[in-house]
């Protein structure tokens, strides 16, 4: 297995709503991030596990709650969201616990923010 | 923070036509990746190049750390090689790597 499964594809709230993102790899991967993409633009980081730990927070908003029960599975838990936080939710992993080197993504969440 | 440009910011190729990717960056990297992603989002890796020249079909990539810019080259384009080119580059920040990209090459190849 060569993927990285997010759930849902695509993803409508509201502000006062709670809602989790959650992303899947089963490739023995030991690090895995969050990017946020904004309409043509690049990914932008927002959190990297390595080893199941947090290791990079990108100086990103609470209402965004990352969490990673397992080495498998990465969740990102949303609450009191904004409209301008309305974006391609992107999940990669990658083999090395360091980070970085060749990253595998997922197809994305795209979310909405009412 | 390390600058990554990319260049052009957009183009236009008739199916069958040849072309170069430019990224140039401000700092010394660890490495490179290019990535395609697709009209519905998707990232995909396509070179992971710290360095020299590197080949895959109709597309290939070469990396000159020293002078701090990588190409790329897509050659006899077809419309499915329409969508954004990103290159992003490897910097060690708090003992982790962390990938920067670049804003990226917006591609629409016509038939």
């Known amino acids: 297995d060569t993927e990285v499964t997010q759930t849902p594809k695509h993803l409508v709230m509201g502000m006062t709503n709670k809602k989790s993102l959650k992303c899947e790899q089963h490739?023995?991967?030991?690090?895995m991030y969050w990017y946020k993409q904004k309409a043509k633009k690049p990914p932008e980081l927002m959190f990297v596990?390595?080893?199941?730990?947090?290791?990079i927070n990108e100086s990103v908003p609470s209402r965004f709650s990352p969490e990673c029960p397992n080495s498998s599975l990465l969740n990102l838990h949303l609450h009191a969201l904004q409209p301008e936080d309305s974006a391609l939710y992107l999940c990669?992993?990658?083999?090395?616990?360091?980070?970085?080197?060749?990253?595998?993504f997922g197809a994305g969440s795209r979310l909405t923010v009412l | 923070g390390i600058q990554v440009e990319q260049s052009p910011p957009d183009l236009i190729l008739q199916e069958g036509a040849n072309s170069t990717l430019r990224c140039n960056f401000s700092d010394s990297v660890n490495n490179l990746q290019w990535f395609h992603q697709n009209p519905w989002g998707q990232l995909i890796n396509l070179f992971y190049i710290p360095s020299g020249t590197k080949q895959n079909g109709r597309l290939s990539a070469t990396t000159v750390a020293t002078e701090r810019y990588s190409l790329l080259y897509i050659s006899s384009s077809q419309t499915t090689d329409s969508g954004v080119y990103f290159c992003a580059v490897e910097r060690r920040s708090g003992g982790y790597n962390k990938l920067i990209f670049g804003a990226g090459t917006r591609l629409a190849v016509h038939p």
């Open positions: 596990y390595s080893y199941e730990k947090l290791s």
């Open positions: 490739m023995g991967h030991r690090a």
């Open positions: 990669a992993s990658s083999p090395q616990g360091g980070g970085a080197n060749v990253l595998t």
